[in-house]
Nanobody, 127 residues
Framework: VQLQASGGGLVQAGGSLRLSCAASGRTIGRTISNNGMGWFRQAAGKEREFVATIDWSGGTTSYADSVKGRSTISRDRAKNTVILQMTNLKPEDTAVYYC?????????????????WGQGTLVTVSS
């Protein structure tokens, strides 16, 4: 039972990346289908921070100010996947990005509301 994040890599400033999070396992699959999902990131030497979240239906989203206007979170409930599309990337976006499955149906920017966490995918933005 796990979340698998992928899509990270090295990109130049101004470029784009598409991060994907897929669930394996029936329990977590049910969780992802019925609950909110989120993306967080952690840069070297810094605390984990919220990036984006989406509710169970995909109809409500929320973003950190630092990525607002440059990122889009979406989900495919049938495939138990969550996507984070990031554009106009900046060097300060460099971090390990984690997807997480919430205990709640709605969106949340609080790590404590998340039940399952993926292993992370590294995004490096060069200047």
């Amino acid at each position: 039972v796990q979340l698998q994040a992928s899509g990270g890599g090295l990109v130049q400033a101004g470029g784009s990346l598409r991060l994907s999070c897929a669930a394996s396992g029936r329990t977590i699959g049910r969780t992802i289908s019925n609950n909110g999902m989120g993306w967080f990131r952690q840069a070297a030497g810094k605390e984990r921070e919220f990036v984006a979240t989406i509710d169970w239906s995909g109809g409500t989203t929320s973003y950190a100010d630092s990525v607002k206007g440059r990122s889009t979170i979406s989900r495919d409930r049938a495939k138990n996947t969550v996507i984070l599309q990031m554009t106009n990337l900046k060097p300060e976006d460099t971090a390990v990005y984690y997807c997480a499955a919430s205990r709640l149906a709605g969106p949340s920017d609080l790590p404590r509301n998340y039940q399952y966490w993926g292993q992370g995918t590294l995004v490096t933005v060069s200047s």
